[in-house]
């Protein structure tokens, strides 16, 4: 008995092993937690992230510059045929011309070397182009991350829709499969006609087709999920929620007039590169400014021949100190042309954020006009969907007591169906269309990880905040006039 009672213990603890590890093989997320898992596991986030830490060594490469450099050298020569040195005598010394050579078998030179740039302009204004570079690439990580989150959320309500529209589908199936029992059952004894019985039969067997398809495209929208969640696809995981729990976001109402672009990434980063080709420009004009540094040496040197050269006394000691100062004269118009390139390129750049900037107020009305159709849809098919259902009931009651013909009831369940579809079409597409706007306002909560990004940010507002409120300041200017 004991033994029995053993053996039936660990078939118990094993069916339940089993069981929990059927369970946790299947990850349910809420749109939170897909959100949360794509931000971190994403290699897209991951190589963006990697990109601001590239930046940010590349910034400390350019404030190494302005710190002193010091070197140590060491040189040695062996001489293989010596010079040959040639002069002409005095009478006095008997004249005629004597030829002799010159020079040590052996040469060394080594020791400390150091310098320090004292004024050069265009390192200093580089140093604005690293802190700029640093935020242009922390605001594409921020793109990136705004890009992951639109394509996650879409694909989560993707799966919700696919979803709704498999539930939609069953229980048509189911409804068919049912007044096919009932018809079955009247047919039997003789009180519907053939041609009814053929007909549910039919309508069943058009209903499987839609099922399997619906099935199919929940699957794929998870497997498209998981792709963008950069999860194991062989990971079975599932979504919680329905598109009906956010209808109450389709009261959302707003007007091109009170959108915001200010928080949007693509102008964002085009301000920045601007605030780059500035400083590249000032950089270029700052060529033809005169650049001062100071540089010394402690250096050994020692000539000698083999034998000689090893000894303490061949080894000499020097040292010196100075300021090298560099005045730029001509240069064949070099500077001048690189002034004339830098120049176009902010030009070229303040015209693409001009076009940008049109581009994305036009995207901005589509979306609107997009959440403001899906509106007028949800709020038609949703007074339907009662309807319809109500229609539905009573083609069927009307069917069952005579009164009414199973095309009443096939076009009452087409209309039904419809209404449920288009409901559910309608806030999907508010959705996707809110998800893009939100986009483009870069409303999109993001999150990261590095805690020097607030501290460049400040420094990045220092330098180019009052710059940059004097250029608001200009815009809303040119609203007002326009407006009057």
């Known amino acids: 008995m004991k033994k029995l009672g053993l053996f039936l213990g660990l078939i118990s603890l094993a069916f339940t092993s089993v069981a929990q590890n059927a369970e946790q093989q299947v990850l349910t997320l809420t749109l939170e937690q897909a959100l949360e898992i794509a931000l971190s596991e994403s290699p897209t986030i991951k190589v963006a992230d990697q990109e601001i830490e590239i930046k940010r060594f590349a910034k400390?490469?350019?404030?190494?510059?302005?710190?002193p450099r010091f070197d140590l050298t060491a040189q040695y020569q062996r001489v293989l045929a010596k010079q040959t040195m040639s002069m002409d005598l005095p009478l006095e010394m008997g004249g005629g011309t004597r030829t002799m050579k010159v020079g040590s078998d052996n040469s060394f030179n080594g020791g400390v070397s150091a310098s320090m740039p004292v004024v050069n302009a265009q390192l200093w204004e580089s140093l604005k182009v690293s802190v700029a570079d640093v935020m242009l690439s922390i605001e594409k990580a921020r793109s990136s991350q705004i890009d992951m989150i639109e394509q996650v959320s879409q694909a989560y309500f993707s799966v919700l829709l696919a979803k709704e529209s498999l539930v939609v589908y069953q229980r048509v199936y189911d409804n068919a499969v049912e007044n096919n029992k009932n018809i079955k059952m009247r047919y039997d004894v003789g009180s519907v006609s053939e041609f009814d019985f053929i007909s549910s039969n039919v309508s069943v067997q058009n209903a499987i087709p839609n099922v399997i398809e619906a099935e199919n495209s929940?699957?794929?929208?998870?497997?498209?999920?998981?792709a963008l969640l950069g999860l194991d696809l062989k990971r079975e995981i599932?979504?919680?929620?329905?598109?009906?729990?956010?209808?109450?976001?389709?009261?959302?109402?707003?007007?091109?007039?009170?959108?915001?672009?200010?928080?949007?990434?693509?102008?964002?980063?085009?301000?920045?590169?601007?605030?780059?080709?500035?400083?590249?420009?000032?950089?270029?004009?700052?060529?033809?400014?005169?650049?001062?540094?100071?540089?010394?040496?402690?250096?050994?040197?020692?000539?000698g021949n083999d034998g000689k050269f090893f000894q303490a006394k061949a080894w000499n000691p020097y040292s010196y100190a100075g300021v090298q100062l560099n005045i730029p004269i001509f240069a064949g118009g070099q500077r001048r042309a690189a002034i004339k390139k830098a120049s176009l390129n902010l030009s070229n750049l303040q015209l693409q954020r001009e076009n940008a900037e049109r581009q994305l107020r036009v995207a901005i009305v589509q979306s609107l006009n997009s959440m403001q159709t899906n509106v007028k849809k949800f709020s038609a098919a949703a007074a339907t969907v009662g309807q319809a259902q109500r229609g539905y009931e009573i083609a069927v009651k009307r069917y069952e007591?005579?009164?009414?013909?199973?095309?009443?009831?096939?076009?009452?369940?087409?209309?039904?169906?419809?209404?449920?579809l288009g409901r559910n079409s309608a806030i999907y597409n508010f959705l996707v269309a809110k998800i893009a706007l939100d986009k483009i306002l870069g409303n999109h909560e993001v999150k990261s990880s590095h805690d020097y990004i607030d501290r460049f940010e400040e420094m990045y507002e220092k330098r180019y905040g009052e710059?940059?409120?004097?250029?608001?300041?200009?815009?809303?200017?040119?609203?007002?006039?326009q407006k009057q």
């Open 238 to 303: 599932d979504v919680i929620g329905s598109l009906k729990d956010y209808e109450a976001q389709m009261n959302y109402a707003s007007t091109i007039d009170q959108i915001d672009m200010s928080n949007n990434t693509t102008l964002k980063q085009l301000d920045i590169q601007e605030n780059m080709l500035e400083s590249a420009l000032k950089i270029s004009k700052l060529a033809n400014v005169p650049t001062l540094s100071i540089n010394a040496a402690y250096l050994y040197t020692a000539l």
């Open 467 to 481: 710059k940059e409120a004097e250029k608001d300041a200009e815009k809303k200017e040119q609203t007002n006039e």
């Open 401 to 420: 007591v005579g009164r009414g013909t199973l095309v009443d009831v096939d076009n009452s369940q087409l209309a039904l169906t419809q209404a449920e």
């Open 218 to 226: 929940v699957v794929l929208a998870l497997w498209h999920l998981k």
């Open 60 to 67: 400390q490469e350019t404030y190494s510059s302005l710190y």
